[in-house]
């Protein structure tokens, strides 16, 4: 059974945390989803968040299979955008809000009328004629009212959600006027966050030669820069944003320029040219801030020794600081504009010293303790072997003193040489009595196993005439008394209790 299909039997059986780890898992995983299995995904999600009646969390994750699509072909992008916002407007009927899920059924309506049957092969067909099927299941499902409404005003309202999708339908859409691209920026804000709503932007714009239909028109190409110069100026970005779209700003910049150069001619007064020039910096500023913060965290890992930073100290984890400050070397690498990759290389120089003389500690430390460890393994006495311990103490950080490894080595050494003093003893004990048996013949020596080691006449006369015909050795004899006294100890020991 494959996982969608074992999802779809948990659900059956009421297993509904199971089967949302099952779709998580294929959603989260490192290989990029197949479109067949994308909108199996996104149907089974459909399924699970209906039957518990979490559709908000139906939108959130029809909207992130949607943003899936981004490695697949255009048509088969349009394809699972349309089904997710059929997902989405089924969810948004649910909780009521009728005008939204309105907008993305003719949304849907929008992106499967540009989608001619010729055009698909069996499979394709057949899932996109599901899609349609869903779309009139939806569309039935929402009062008439709200269609007549819905269709008078095809820009988003104040509470809309708008997403990869609906911004891609938006964008297909001939000559849109700055005021739109504006209203359809400030919906994406409010609804995916600012840097989510860049980063919307940013995937459409690096597919989309010279802007699309906004960038055919100086005033709505104006609208999208400022917004994107506003974003960049007022909130924090990840890496993988920045990049993206310093590469968009590249392209629009150098390989399409004469469109570009165009588009700031036609109207001066839109300030396009000083909306570009101030994105740009944008961009730069935030590398900078980068660099400054990099800057700082190796400055004060600097001011460390090597065992500050392997051990940690004050709560900090100054090995996970590396790592982070590795990341954003290999990040920004990438990217980072001919200004600033001077001083980027210089860091970097700074960084590599850093992790050479801690890498330099570390391996002091290991080969230490690899010696330690021998050495304890080798231990020929408990004497040394106490020494051992105090050296370890002194000359291993706690995190390496406490490591299961070391303290295993200690007890099984421990028990070793335990074992060795007792067998030593238990040798030198039997020498003494094998002199002492070994010293006399005949009746002296019945009387020293009667009076001495407790054996009873009968035994001990016994005793000698085996030994004096050779029916027995010294060892023997030895082996033998030993046992009777053995065995008279713990009859005591036991009337006792």
């Not at 939204?100 to 899932?127: C, H, I, K, M, Y």
């Not at 961009?283 to 940690?312: F, P, R, T, W, Y």
């Not at 099984?412 to 009595?433: G, I, K, P, S």
Request: include cysteine.
């Amino acid at each position: 059974m494959d996982e969608l299909a074992q999802a779809r039997e948990e659900i059956r059986r009421g297993n509904h945390a199971s089967a949302k780890t099952i779709l998580d898992g294929i959603l989260e995983g490192p290989e990029k989803v197949t479109s067949h299995v994308l909108f199996d995904l996104t149907s089974i999600y459909e399924e699970l968040f209906s039957t518990t009646g979490r559709y908000e969390d139906l939108i959130r994750i029809a909207r992130r299979c949607a943003g899936k699509t981004r490695h697949l072909a255009e048509v088969d992008g349009q394809i699972h955008s349309a089904n997710a916002l059929i997902a989405i407007a089924g969810a948004e009927r649910a909780l009521g809000r009728t005008d939204d899920a309105e907008r993305s059924v003719r949304t849907a309506e929008r992106l499967l009328g540009r989608l001619p049957s010729e055009r698909f092969g069996a499979n394709s067909q057949e899932r996109v004629n599901r899609t349609r099927v869903g779309l009139k299941s939806v569309h039935r499902a929402i009062p008439k009212d709200a269609l007549s409404l819905s269709s008078k005003n095809p820009n988003p309202g104040a509470n809309s959600s708008v997403g990869p999708g609906e911004w891609r339908t938006f964008v297909s859409q001939k000559n849109p006027s700055g005021k739109d691209v504006k209203a359809w920026l400030a919906m994406m804000r409010r609804s995916a966050g600012p840097a989510e709503s860049l980063a919307i932007v940013v995937d459409w714009a690096s597919s989309t030669p010279r802007a699309g239909n906004i960038g055919a028109t100086a005033e709505s190409f104006a609208a999208l820069v400022e917004d994107l110069a506003c974003i960049t100026i007022a909130h924090p970005l990840p890496f993988d944003s920045q990049r993206k779209l310093f590469g968009v700003l590249h392209d629009w910049e150098q390989e399409q320029n004469s469109w570009l150069q165009r588009l700031i001619r036609v109207n001066p007064k839109l300030g396009l040219a000083e909306k570009l020039l101030r994105l740009r910096r944008a961009l730069e500023e935030k590398v900078q801030h980068a660099l400054n913060s990099m800057a700082k965290q190796l400055a004060a890992l600097e001011s460390l020794d090597s065992g500050e930073i392997l051990d940690g100290g004050s709560g900090q984890d100054y090995q996970a600081m590396l790592l982070r400050l590795e990341s954003q070397f290999g990040e920004l690498s990438i990217f980072v504009p001919s200004p600033s990759s001077t001083r980027l290389n210089l860091l970097r120089s700074q960084f590599t010293s850093i992790v050479a003389v801690t890498d330099r500690e570390l391996r002091r430390r290991n080969e230490l303790y690899a010696k330690l460890l021998e050495a304890i393994a080798q231990a020929s006495n408990r004497s040394d072997l106490a020494n051992l311990k105090i050296a370890a103490k002194q000359q291993l950080p706690v995190m390496m003193w406490t490591r299961p490894e070391l303290q295993q080595a200690l007890c099984t050494a421990d028990d070793r040489l335990l074992l060795a003093e007792l067998d030593a003893l238990e040798n030198q004990e039997r020498e003494v009595h094998r002199t002492k048996l070994n010293s006399v013949r005949g009746v002296h020596l019945a009387n020293l196993l009667f009076r001495e080691y407790g054996v009873d006449l009968p035994i001990a006369r016994k005793l000698v005439l085996d030994r004096n015909e050779g029916h027995i050795d010294l060892d023997g004899l030895l082996d033998r008394v030993l046992e009777i006294t053995r065995q008279k100890r713990a009859s005591q020991q036991t009337g006792a209790k």
